[in-house]
């Protein structure tokens, strides 16, 4: 009997993260990531008067047009496909981030989210990565002092910007800060998944405003979702760490 030992055996009952350095496919990724937002200004496209007929004769028209501009001027839709993958690809990989207060270097695709990068690539998990289409807010960083959805967030967005994480607001000697002690005496936190988002939101907010209103912490957070719906005590923990308390 011939036995044969195969050395590439996957365990798929383990779910491991997606690797942006595998080959990516190429469709646009905008609606996935901006979804449909109801404050973008909507225009009719059809102008009075504009028949059933007249319409599909321009569709059909413009899309021969449109076809064959890019065969003219790209050297063919294979070839041009080909030399925008190749553009794509020549996008340079090792960039350096400033990542609360420190300079570090990282390999990064070119579709490549901030929060993988954050998490899988530096290490610091503080940053959770919940419904992973800017919905639900765990994954809130600081960048240059505005909070940012970091899994619809393209890594290479942020250079040159100062991004903090819930891992760099603590004091140097470890002590929390104001924010995040101020949401423990409030009891905030429940199961903890959401906190790191509030507590960054909450201090981008601060920051700029030491006193706000209870309607402005309350607007400040809202992008942050709470499964346990513990919002009255994030709040109370904002205006306890603001001194209104």
């Known amino acids: 009997m011939d036995h044969k030992v195969s050395h590439n055996i996957v365990d798929e009952s383990v779910n491991l993260p997606p690797d942006p350095a595998e080959d990516f496919d190429w469709s646009p990724a905008?609606?996935?990531?901006?979804?449909?937002?109801?404050?973008?200004?909507i225009q009719s496209w059809r102008t009075e008067g504009t028949t059933r007929r007249a319409f599909l004769r321009g569709v059909v028209c413009s899309g021969v047009a449109v076809s064959a501009s890019a065969y003219i001027f790209g050297g063919g839709?294979?070839?041009?496909?080909?030399?925008?993958?190749?553009?794509?690809?020549?996008?340079?990989r090792m960039i350096t981030l400033n990542i609360n207060g420190k300079q570090r270097r990282v390999d990064v695709a070119p579709n490549e989210t901030l929060s993988h990068t954050i998490r899988y690539k530096l290490g610091?998990?503080?940053?959770?990565?919940?419904?992973?289409k800017a919905e639900c807010g765990a994954c809130t960083v600081i960048s240059d002092g505005q909070t940012i959805y970091s899994c619809s967030t393209l890594t290479h967005r942020v250079r040159g910007k100062k991004i903090t994480t819930i891992e760099g607001i603590s004091g140097?000697?470890?002590?929390?800060h104001p924010v995040q002690q101020a949401f423990v005496d409030e009891m905030g936190p429940q199961c903890g998944f959401c906190?790191?988002?509030?507590?960054?939101?909450?201090?981008?907010?601060?920051?700029?405003?030491?006193?706000?209103?209870?309607?402005?912490?309350?607007?400040?957070?809202?992008?942050?979702?709470?499964?346990?719906?513990?919002?009255?005590?994030?709040?109370?923990?904002?205006?306890?760490?603001s001194g209104r308390a």
């Open 30 to 41: 905008t609606e996935e990531i901006a979804g449909g937002l109801i404050d973008l200004p």
């Open 77 to 92: 839709g294979n070839q041009a496909q080909a030399a925008t993958k190749a553009a794509t690809r020549g996008v340079e």
């Open 124 to 132: 610091m998990t503080g940053t959770k990565i919940g419904c992973n």
């Open 172 to 176: 140097p000697d470890g002590k929390l």
């Open 195 to 241: 906190t790191p988002g509030q507590v960054l939101s909450a201090v981008a907010l601060l920051d700029k405003n030491p006193k706000p209103t209870a309607d402005e912490a309350r607007r400040a957070l809202s992008g942050n979702l709470c499964r346990c719906g513990a919002y009255d005590h994030y709040l109370k923990g904002v205006m306890r760490a």
